[in-house]
């Protein structure tokens, strides 16, 4: 009679438990988080910095190229007053000079290295026939000579060399100090002021001497402490198509690791599915 009485509540407890099994759901777990959102953006965004380096190189590929171009055109001469605000549409043209060299106001520009020696150039401001003053980049010395140790001529002397700009200045370039005779970038502004400014006709126009020579010449110029021009040649840094690479392959790397991720989670969230 006891058994015959509880049977019934018995009955309605599995039934009530039947009902909550029915209901029951597993948690499932969210594939679109924060990690997941910042890691399918890196692709994304590396692929565009690439594109970007990539649509660089093309630039820089033609820039060298037109500047090529100007090298092979004959010299100029220039006028006597110069107009400052073209000067970088003639960047890499040949010019030819005709003066006498201010030997008074010499600069040494540097720390700089030619074929593994390190030196400075000498800057010396060229008098012109028609008065007016520029400054020429003579060329590299050793770093065991100095002003005094290379050679002053006086008499007139007739130059070829390319018509540059200021020097670009990074973060970690001194200060110049021309009181102490301190160059460590070419900022022509200050260097022509250096030379007398305005007062005394000096432009702040920079040319670098060419040299055309071989090596053996270079050398033998160097250890007499003659200053030795540049080659006539484009020597712009091009270093776009190792960004290209370095993009493009994170680019890739970021994405495969998204896909494996988002296809591990994927995996997951099925087996924690009820069958």
């Known amino acids: 009679m006891f058994s015959l009485l509880r049977r019934p509540r018995a009955l309605r407890q599995l039934r009530l438990n039947s009902s909550d099994a029915s209901t029951y759901s597993p948690r499932r777990e969210r594939w679109i988080t924060p990690t997941m959102v910042l890691l399918g953006f890196v692709p994304i965004f590396t692929l565009g910095l690439g594109t970007w380096q990539l649509q660089r190189l093309q630039w820089k590929v033609n820039l060298i190229d037109e500047l090529e171009e100007k090298l092979q055109l004959p010299p100029l001469s220039l006028p006597k007053r110069i107009n400052l605000s073209v000067i970088p549409e003639f960047v890499f043209r040949k010019v030819f000079l005709r003066g006498r060299y201010d030997h008074a106001h010499s600069m040494l520009a540097g720390p700089s290295t030619r074929e593994g020696v390190h030196g400075a150039h ?35 002397v007739e130059i070829t060399g390319m018509l540059r700009t200021s020097q670009e200045r990074n973060t970690f370039t001194p200060d110049n100090h021309p009181e102490r005779g301190e160059w460590y970038w070419k900022d022509l502004d200050a260097m022509a002021e250096y030379a007398g400014g305005a007062n005394a006709n000096v432009q702040p126009v920079l040319v670098e001497e060419i040299f055309e020579g071989h090596e053996g010449e270079a050398t033998a110029r160097i250890a007499k402490g003659i ?22 392959t994170l680019s890739l790397f970021t994405a495969v690791m998204f896909v494996r991720v988002l296809f591990n989670k994927k995996k997951i969230r099925g087996r924690a599915m009820p069958r």
């Open 122 to 156: 000498v800057l010396t401001p060229l008098i012109r026939e028609d008065g007016s003053t520029i400054i020429v980049d003579r060329g590299f010395i050793s770093k065991d000579l100095d002003l005094q140790s290379v050679p002053q001529d006086t008499s007139e």
């Open 227 to 248: 200053p030795v021009g540049r080659p006539a040649r484009v020597d712009l840094r091009n270093a776009h198509l190792s960004y290209v690479i370095t993009w493009y």
